[in-house]
């Protein structure tokens, strides 16, 4: 069994692989105040519970691959598995390990992790080109070529970081639900403003996965654009431009790249 990590800015999405098949994932918040004791106990607490996983942590694990946006947590991961995983074989995604994805990008350290990870399992699901919209904390949008190149991206700012600026910096509004309003045009300031998030990202989406698109090839047409994160499903029913949605692309990521290092374990 291999343990996929996938840390982000506001949430941490574990999954357990059975072979090249998803058996369980959990989603947790991220903390980056907890230390790497706390999370070996959170670890075993949620995989105790799994009927193919032993009592004792790190019972049935047989490899863990890990990829992180937030450094401190990347640390004290680290520290988990050298304490706690000791006998297992772990890849951590950083300068070095072997994706087999060229990053063609001014500083390719910039890049964070998640998004080459990403392109790792667009290229392998749904070859090139293509463009890998991914719903988090930021909503970010990624570019490969037909070569299976990460040529580049764009970020915009997330659907909950900007309800949480119209709730903060909006004196009459407040933080919201994110759910889709009865109409487009709001009969109440709640539904107001979700109207403006739900329909506002969607039309985002559109326009730069479109202007992306006639960058990336001689025919647009040709550009498979693959959706996923956590807030995805919100905005795929109103969006015109998404072809396929893989919730867990980052971990079906983390797998290959595992396979992709095993043998320099």
């Given amino acids: 069994m291999l ?3 996938d840390v982000g800015n506001t949430h941490t999405v574990l999954g357990l692989f059975d072979g090249d098949d ?3 994932h959990w989603r947790i918040s991220t903390d980056a105040r907890r230390t ?3 999370l070996a106990v959170l670890l075993q607490g949620l995989m105790g519970m799994h009927p193919l996983l032993g009592e004792e942590l790190g019972d049935g694990i047989d490899g863990i691959a890990i990829c992180a946006t937030v450094p401190s947590v990347l640390h004290e991961l680290r520290e988990v598995t050298r304490r706690y995983y000791g006998d297992v074989p772990a890849v951590l995604v950083e300068p070095g390990v072997k994706t087999g994805v060229p990053i063609l990008t001014d500083n ?3 890049v964070g992790a998640d998004r080459i990870i990403n392109a790792v399992a667009a290229v392998d699901l749904y070859g090139g080109p293509a ?7 930021a909503t970010t949008f990624d570019a490969v070529s037909a070569r299976g190149e990460y040529v ?7 659907i909950e970081i900007s309800v949480e600026a119209l709730g903060v910096r909006g004196a009459q509004l407040r933080k919201i639900e994110v759910a889709r309003p009865r109409s487009v045009i709001g009969k109440n300031t709640v539904e107001a403003m979700q109207a403006g998030i739900i329909y506002g990202f969607a039309g985002q989406v559109d326009g730069v996965v479109n202007r992306m698109a006639r960058e990336l ?3 647009p047409d040709d550009v498979t654009v693959i959706a996923t ?3 995805a499903p919100m905005v795929l029913g109103e969006s015109s431009v998404i072809d396929e949605h893989e919730p867990w692309l980052t971990l079906i990521g983390l797998r290959l790249v595992y396979e992709r290092n095993a043998s320099r374990l």
């Fill in 3 to 5: 343990l996929t990590i």
């Fill in 22 to 24: 998803i058996v369980e």
């Fill in 36 to 38: 790497a004791d706390e």
């Fill in 108 to 110: 390719p350290k910039e």
């Fill in 131 to 137: 463009i890998v919209v991914d719903f988090g904390t």
């Fill in 152 to 158: 580049g991206g764009v970020i915009a700012p997330g």
């Fill in 217 to 219: 090839a001689d025919d």
């Fill in 229 to 231: 994160g956590g807030l």
